[in-house]
């Protein structure tokens, strides 16, 4: 297979360091990733949880997606952690709960600066709306070159990142 297929377009990326990781909806702002989230209906999911019975834990962020989950955390005063319902710590399919998953009220606490893989959930083709309520998946162009991106960057689960923080 030609490798060359597979190199995405240059211009500004995530990877490079031209674009902002400042925004507070999210860290990626432009590139490939910027060009499949502002192409997504995000707005049809406001205020559905349709999805949320998907949230596990251990999802592979990037250093920006951490940061952007801290400062979030910071600025509304909320717990790493937030209270968990009686029986949410474990799910026979899914496996360990998400530690943003709120069980009280069946939200995500950290839903305005989410990692990507779960900005996915419901508009790809492989993660689809469990409600069917989002009409359209994102194309399967879109997304490859927006994970090529987003995958040359170093990702580990949040655990991870706080460690070294804390070290």
Wanted: aromatic share 8%; net charge negative.
């Amino acid at each position: 297979m030609n490798n060359r297929a597979l190199d995405a377009p240059k211009g500004p990326s995530i990877a490079s360091g031209e674009c902002s990781t400042e925004s507070t909806s999210y860290v990626h702002a432009c590139g490939h990733v910027g060009k499949l989230l502002d192409g997504m209906p995000l707005g049809i999911c406001n205020g559905c949880d349709g999805c949320g019975n998907r949230c596990t834990s251990g999802v592979p962020m990037t250093r920006a997606e951490f940061d952007a989950i801290e400062a979030y955390l910071e600025r509304n005063a909320l717990p790493a952690r937030p209270p968990q319902g009686p029986d949410i710590e474990t799910d026979p399919v899914w496996g360990q709960v998400c530690r943003f998953r709120d069980g009280l009220v069946g939200r995500c606490a950290i839903y305005p600066v989410r990692p990507l893989i779960c900005r996915l959930m419901g508009h790809v083709w492989w993660l689809p709306c469990p409600i069917e309520r989002v009409g359209r998946s994102a194309s399967v162009q879109d997304v490859t070159m927006a994970l090529m991106e987003y995958c040359r960057l170093e990702r580990f689960p949040y655990e991870h990142w706080a460690r070294i923080d804390e070290a």
